[in-house]
């Protein structure tokens, strides 16, 4: 049982990081209908950065306590300006096209953000420690400090960005142009300034989301973003794209998929497969979704969609 | 009756392909007026409306309103310069509450920003419920604000034109140009929507409509101009229009045809 639950923990944290960017994948496509493939590289370069400006600040002898946050300030900084230039550049001009021609561009433009963090950061690994050492020991389930510090920030960040949709001014700008943008700009919305928000909101969660993936596994590398910007278009799809609330609900219920068939698998087929597997099962998950449930867990649900 | 026109539009040509839509339509109104834009089906009312709202570009002709020329091509630039419009097939945010969707409205009257809103700054919050309260205000004085918490979509026919109305007037428009705002109602409802809008005249806003309804429009409106074909076929005040021989051909067919 001890297992069930440390996996449970485990697959927690990594879910809630899933649904940070998650949401990004599914603001997006609520309001203009497009995956953006590049969000996963958005990660990486959040996580590439605040890694870089760590150890910078770190170097001048500035206490972590401080360094840290700052440079998470820093890496959504550049994020947010990264997100708003690639809607600018690559997809507004794209807005009229075929629905293909923007999601091809997305696929080339996480190459492009790939290849340029090669060059800046190099293709190696990176590594990134945190000096928490202690631990609670929860009647065998072990919880660190990273894991809480993870998951309390997603929750707070979730909860804002909800709020933020459903109370503001800009949120109900955001859900009238995700529903009819026409007649948002003839209300006087400037719809194109809202989808750059939107992108530059999703943007700023992206680049918190990285900080919390080098954190927790305490390796950064270029390639980093593409496999969790998969796992988390998924946790998208899982929970119904274009719903926050399904994004967020996708993204746990993923991490705590893959946690647990990760703990499991070697007992179940007799250590034929290991934890190295455990890929595997974000990819079933999203199979069977789409097989079976493809409008996800609350897709198409009134009031939800941005 | 007023100083100067609130809105000109001059030799207003626009044409899809080989059909002309709109050939040398010019327009102008005052403030403090209802106008009626009557004609038979296709005879480029709602086009007008789109080139008057910045939906079209028109391939001639000029739009100036309040002495400047509009913006084409940029409905929210042309929504803040203070045209509000409806439209003739209900374009509500369906899936928003009533007064969300009035509230949407206040958008571009709005100052915060997304810094504002994370924060939390006490600017946002009192801006925040201000944009509430009127819109509350003008649900109630459009009659529906018992509803004000339903989803938009649950609305009935009437009361969706109602707060399509409502939501236009929260722009804080000059003009509100309204897509046959009566259309599917009954006379009753005719009767008290003609009422809202000399209310709205009244207090200062000028009203653009486009009507089936002969009947109600001549009552309604101060002046009237008509289409027919893209071209403007007469304007006036509705007792010149309705005995212009022009109005009865388009409406009637020829004389001719009429009487054989």
């Known amino acids: 049982m001890a297992t069930f639950f440390q996996q449970l923990v485990n697959g927690l944290t990594l879910g809630s990081i899933y649904a940070l960017v998650a949401l990004g994948y599914t603001m997006v496509y609520g309001i203009m209908e497009l995956i953006n493939f590049a969000h996963g590289d958005m990660v990486m370069v959040g996580a590439l950065v605040t890694l870089s400006l760590t150890h910078v600040l770190a170097g001048l002898g500035v206490p972590l306590a401080l360094a840290l946050p700052l440079s998470l300030l820093g890496a959504m900084a550049v994020c947010m300006a990264l997100g708003w230039l690639i809607e600018r550049v690559a997809y507004r001009p794209l807005r009229r096209a075929p629905r293909l021609a923007p999601l091809i561009t997305a696929i080339g433009l996480s190459m492009v953000i790939e290849q340029v963090a090669a060059l800046l950061w190099g293709r190696g690994y990176l590594t990134f420690s945190l000096p928490v050492s202690r631990v609670w020991n929860l009647g065998g389930v072990v919880v660190t400090p990273i894991q809480t510090g993870v998951l309390g920030l997603s929750l707070l960040l979730m909860w804002g960005l909800l709020w933020l949709v459903r109370k503001t001014s800009l949120g109900r700008a955001m859900r009238a142009t995700a529903q009819n943008p026409e007649v948002a700009r003839l209300m006087g919305v400037d719809t194109d300034q809202v989808i750059s928000m939107t992108f530059v909101l999703g943007s700023a969660l992206a680049a918190v989301a990285g900080l919390m993936v080098v954190a927790y596994y305490g390796i950064g590398n270029y390639t980093m973003g593409f496999m969790l910007g998969l796992k988390a278009f998924t946790a998208a799809v899982l929970g119904g794209i274009g719903s926050l609330a399904g994004a967020m609900w996708g993204g746990l219920l993923l991490g705590v998929v893959e946690a647990l068939g990760a703990g499991y698998i070697g007992d179940v087929t007799g250590g034929l497969f290991g934890s190295n597997y455990k890929d595997v099962f974000a990819f079933l998950v999203l199979i069977g979704v789409l097989i079976f449930h493809p409008q996800g867990l609350l897709g198409g649900r009134a009031g939800e969609k941005v | ?260």
């Open chain 2, 1 to 260: 009756m007023d100083e100067y026109p609130l809105l000109v539009a001059e030799r207003i040509g626009k044409h899809f392909g080989g059909l002309r839509a709109l050939q040398g339509v010019s327009l102008s109104l005052g403030e403090k007026t209802i106008t009626g834009l009557i004609g038979p089906n296709g005879a480029g009312k709602t086009t007008f409306f789109n080139v008057l709202t910045g939906i079209y570009k028109p391939d001639e002709g000029t739009v100036h309103f309040a002495g400047a020329p509009l913006p084409s091509g940029k409905p929210h630039r042309v929504a803040e310069r203070g045209i509000a419009r409806t439209f003739q097939n209900i374009r509500l945010f369906s899936q928003m509450t009533v007064l969300e969707n009035v509230m949407v409205g206040r958008h571009l009257r709005t100052r915060a920003g997304l810094l504002g809103a994370l924060f939390k700054t006490a600017g946002t919050l009192r801006e925040e419920q201000a944009i509430r309260d009127r819109a509350f205000q003008l649900l109630e004085f459009v009659g529906i604000a018992a509803h004000a918490t339903r989803v938009a979509a649950t609305l009935s026919y009437g009361d969706q034109r109602r707060l399509e109305i409502a939501r236009a007037l929260a722009t804080d428009p000059r003009l509100l140009a309204l897509d046959e705002p009566a259309a599917g109602m009954n006379a009753m409802e005719r009767k008290r929507l003609g009422g809202l809008l000399e209310q709205i005249r009244n207090m200062g806003t000028a009203v653009l409509l486009i009507e089936h309804d002969v009947r109600w429009v001549m009552g309604l409106c101060d002046r009237i101009t008509v289409l027919d074909h893209g071209e403007r076929i007469a304007e006036g005040t509705p007792r010149e229009v309705q005995t212009d021989l022009r109005v009865i051909e388009a409406y009637l067919g020829t004389s001719r045809s009429v009487t054989a």
